[in-house]
């Protein structure tokens, strides 16, 4: 755990995303990286030069296949860090697989979440919302904009919403997929498995094993594209010169 938590503690500081008096609201689907992120955050409130509030947000897409008791652990957990837990009961699922049969649905389905989220935040009173996007995720995010969208482009480590005054903060944008999966096995916590039936079939699961694929080849691959976001000023990109340079 220790080398989650300075891994994390590098993030909060390089990008200034936590302030004395924030309220911080996990939103904490049940998997790996959520609940994981929940735990890093209750234990660096022990040593925090900022005091911050802590709760989390779950929101429930309404999927059949979504185990009550696995649920229910996650709850007991909340309350085991001492950390007030909601749960959104949505149909989310239902509109996106069963009203409108959406054919590549993952977009849509993270938008819903998200407003579900945003929406419950506001309620609250507002706040932070914590996301457990990991490096993992910021190199496919980066691949993905460049595959399917012709952009180099990535979600930020902090992004203020200015429709719902909520600021997003990605606390774990330093910490590699290995990492969570090892410490949450040796950590034993609570994992509520994804029960949706685009898990293993989405654009970013392409994405996720395109780069394994490239990493058996050039092993320091995933690592160079990491390199390349976390230090933009590194990037030698064309510029069209303005008429009025010669």
Not at 14 to 32: N, T
Not at 79 to 99: M, N, P, R, W
Request: with cysteine; glycine share 6%.
């Amino acid at each position: 755990m220790q080398k989650i938590l300075s891994a994390m503690r590098r993030a909060v500081q390089d990008y200034d995303m936590i302030h004395d008096g924030d309220k911080i609201f996990v939103g904490l689907s049940g998997g790996k990286d959520s609940t994981l992120l929940l735990s890093a955050l209750a234990a660096y409130r022990r040593f925090s030069p900022e005091h911050y509030d802590l709760e989390a947000i779950t929101v429930d897409m309404g999927l059949k296949e979504t185990k009550q008791e696995e649920m229910d652990a996650l709850i007991a957990y909340c309350d085991s860090l001492g950390v007030k837990h909601h749960l959104i009961k949505t149909d989310i699922g239902e509109i996106i697989f069963e009203a409108r049969k959406e054919q590549n649905p993952c977009s849509l389905c993270a938008k819903m979440r998200r407003g579900a989220l945003n929406n419950e935040i506001i309620r609250l009173g507002g706040g932070k919302l914590a996301l457990g996007h990991n490096a993992d995720d910021v190199a496919e995010t980066m691949l993905l904009s460049l595959l399917y969208e012709g952009r180099f482009s990535c979600f930020a480590p902090t992004a203020y919403m200015d429709k719902s005054g909520i600021t997003l903060i990605r606390p774990f944008i330093y910490i590699e997929e290995y990492d969570i999966k090892s410490t949450v096995a040796r950590l034993g916590l609570p994992i509520v498995n994804n029960p949706c039936p685009m898990n293993h079939e989405s654009q970013r699961e392409y994405m996720k094993n395109l780069i394994k694929d490239i990493c058996k080849d050039i092993p320091f691959a995933k690592q160079r594209i990491l390199g390349a976001i976390f230090h933009p000023e590194r990037n030698n990109l064309w510029e069209k010169p303005s008429k009025n340079q010669h």
